[in-house]
């Protein structure tokens, strides 16, 4: 934040690419993203509960980008006012066909962006709110069958790069100290000892299922998306001690 | 049949909701006897404030006969907050693929015993499924309810016994409640499904809820203003037309809406 200009104000928008630090990781995380869940586009965008900034971070054409700062689409775009007020992923065929739907949607035909797509909405602890948009060309068959398959996946990755950009706030990082339970980190520690997750359910007389929570919930807690990750995180921070 | 009301459909439905908080009040500021804040008999708490999704069951008539809160575990969540003495001092679990659910009632007296689809076992299973499956839809993996005793021994007859449980039973007020863990996959919903006769589809759509008849006889028909815009928004020929006339129907949407609201 501190080295963006002043000059940004009440909602408006920063392109994530602009952003001196972790740039290249963003970008390159959509794009993978993009590509290993076979959508057309990914964006997220992410609101400073605190000023009121808007957060971006795209795989759309450059063209588009530009269009869409130029014309301050972000102020009105239904796909992130509307939608992050579920709590659900919103296909946007849920959307009403309002002139805010139409003014973005008309101009992005021209720019060979459809329609259809949906928008994952994240809710943070601190009332820091963002979503992640995906847009698809596929018939609406295949698009809805693509939808089954890949919203899972896509729930953990709106979460996890809307962690993301929170985090590389300052404000939200002088908030931010991970608070683990103690079964998030007896799981954790028994991981690092080589434990399977089945092992851990046994030595700790739970289900296999509430081991994979309490993994879930503290790679969650530790922004890793692998539980090894998490396990190396946890070391590094002290948190469990090496297995 | 299931209908989910949300920040982005509640405008169609605000009878619907107030009947629901009605039936809250009821259930637990009344029979259960829960340390809540009714006012003017309606239960309501600040997590209604924040959006939440509200899965609801309704009658042919178009009458709410239970309900249930979600939230996701993400952002704030009643585990995270009023009920943290469940977890005994310890952090809350935070997941993007587990939402929390709160608040699950039936109403003891719009249903009747025994087993068809206007008995309170059907209704339960109903509404147990159909939160059960809105989440499966959201790529939700598991859910996370805050029950007392007597919700989970409901949930254990109707074959949706929770497969674990997390912190203590804790004393919230009269009552002791706990938190316990639901997965949400086909198996579960198949059991749920035979132990309850549940067949085909329980959601229904905003339309379909809006033609039941409880529901379509507090409706006023639509306004000659309503049409008229209408005829606008479908009359334009180019995008300018369009967004003008969309821009006129927006401008007078709080008359156009005023009639949902015109009869109790």
């Known amino acids: ?243 | 049949m299931i209908l989910v009301i949300d920040a982005l459909n509640k405008h169609k439905f605000p009878k619907l909701l107030d009947e629901m908080f009605l039936l809250r009040g009821r259930v637990f500021g009344g029979r259960l006897g829960w340390d809540v804040s009714v006012d003017k008999g309606r239960e309501r708490d600040h997590f209604d404030d924040l959006d939440p999704a509200y899965v609801i069951g309704l009658d042919d008539e178009g009458h709410v006969v239970s309900c249930v809160r979600a939230l996701q575990t993400t952002g704030p969540h009643m585990l995270s907050d009023v009920f943290s003495e469940i977890l005994d001092g310890e952090p809350p679990i935070r997941s993007a693929t587990i939402w929390e659910s709160t608040r699950f009632c039936v109403d003891t007296k719009r249903l009747g015993r025994g087993k068809g689809p206007n008995s309170l076992s059907y209704a339960t299973c109903e509404l147990m499924l159909g939160s059960l499956e809105y989440a499966q839809q959201s790529g939700i993996t598991d859910i996370i309810t805050v029950i007392d005793p007597v919700m989970d021994r409901v949930l254990k007859r109707s074959d949706n016994a929770p497969y674990d449980y997390v912190g203590k039973v804790a004393d919230m007020g009269k009552v002791p409640a706990l938190a316990a863990l639901l997965d949400c996959t086909d198996e579960r919903m198949d059991r749920i499904r035979a132990h309850g006769g549940i067949e085909g589809e329980v959601f229904i759509s905003d339309e379909q809820a809006l033609a039941l008849p409880a529901i379509a006889a507090r409706t006023k028909p639509k306004s000659d203003l309503e049409k008229y815009c209408e005829e606008q928004i479908s009359a334009a020929t180019t995008k300018q037309e369009k967004l003008a006339a969309l821009r006129l129907k927006e401008v007078l949407e709080d008359k156009i809406r005023s009639r949902m609201d015109q009869r109790a």
């Open chain 1, 1 to 243: 934040m501190d080295n963006l200009p002043s000059i940004f104000g009440q909602h408006d928008l920063f392109d994530l690419e602009d952003l001196p630090e972790a740039s290249d990781d963003f970008s390159r995380f959509l794009f993978n993203v993009r590509d290993r869940f076979g959508v057309d586009d990914i964006a997220y965008a992410g609101m400073n509960p605190v000023n009121g900034s808007i957060f971006g971070h795209v795989t759309y054409n450059d063209d588009w980008k530009a269009h869409y700062a130029s014309q301050g689409y972000h102020k009105i775009d239904p796909t992130l006012h509307k939608a992050r007020r579920s709590i659900a992923p919103v296909d946007w065929a849920r959307l009403d066909r309002d002139s805010n739907f139409l003014m973005v949607f008309d101009d992005a035909r021209d720019f060979g962006i459809r329609d259809q797509g949906l928008t994952i909405p994240v809710r943070g602890p601190y009332g820091d709110v963002g979503g992640l948009s995906v847009t698809s060309s596929l018939s609406q068959k295949e698009w809805n069958k693509l939808k089954g398959e890949v919203l899972v996946g896509l729930q953990s990755v709106a979460v996890h790069v809307h962690d993301m950009v929170i985090r590389s706030d300052n404000l939200s990082n002088l908030l931010r100290t991970p608070t683990l339970s103690h079964r998030e980190l007896e799981a954790l520690q028994w991981t690092s000892a080589g434990k399977s997750q089945q092992d851990i359910a046994d030595i700790l007389s739970i289900s296999n299922r509430t081991v994979e929570v309490h993994l879930r919930s503290a790679r969650h807690k530790l922004y890793a998306l692998t539980t090894a990750q998490a396990v190396g995180r946890a070391i590094s921070m002290g948190l469990i001690y090496p297995g």
